[in-house]
């Protein structure tokens, strides 16, 4: 009687038995390995192009040595591979902030406020990427800034001692006012639309570094807000 071909691999120093004709990714998450990804759609689980590179791991044995797309690497006796080493966690890093370079952020009228992909990974991968409000669950008519409420979630990364919108206080966790511009802007413009003025907006950053409250008034006088 035919039995069932068996793989036998190692991933992270576990061993693991699996199937042939399944992906790296696929084994991976079947065992409780998570692997970051982007361009998967689970709707089309046929349609596996690699891309966004976000599942890297790095082959140790068995095979090509160096990084490959889990969601395209299949699985075969022998193949030994990491998925949390430095030179993944880099790699993955790099991919992140690439994205974030062209990503239009506009979290305050993001439909999927509050469960933000983008905000996750600049928390694992240590990437100041996103300001408060991509994690902020109040939108719409809920934000706290047409409430009349003045949230410095639109500028900031957190750890801005501003109204935490989550949990009902003051604000801990992240950093400091982000440094792009066209974040700064969408900020203020906010700000003008909720009718706030310059001084409040300034008050409310003096919780900010010196440099960062002189950032963020260069970018108000070039948006005519002072």
Known sequence: MATDVQIHMVIDDKKITCKPNQTVLEVARANGIEIPTLCLNSLFPGHKVGSCRMCLVEIKGGGR???????????????????????VYNARRTVVELFLTEHVQ????????????????????????????????NQGEGCLLKRGVLCLGPLTYANCNAYCTRKGYRCEGCHTIMVHDDIIKFGIRAYKDAGFKAKEVLEAAKVFSFDSIKALEKVMKEEGFI
């Open 106 to 137: 506009k979290c305050r009228d993001c439909p999927i406020s509050g469960n933000c992909n983008f905000a996750k990974l600049c928390r694992d991968y240590d990437i100041n990427g996103v300001p408060v409000c991509a994690e902020c669950p």
């Open 65 to 87: 040595p160096g990084l490959q797309p889990s969601c395209t690497l299949p699985v075969s006796s022998g193949l030994t591979l990491s998925t949390c080493s430095d030179t």
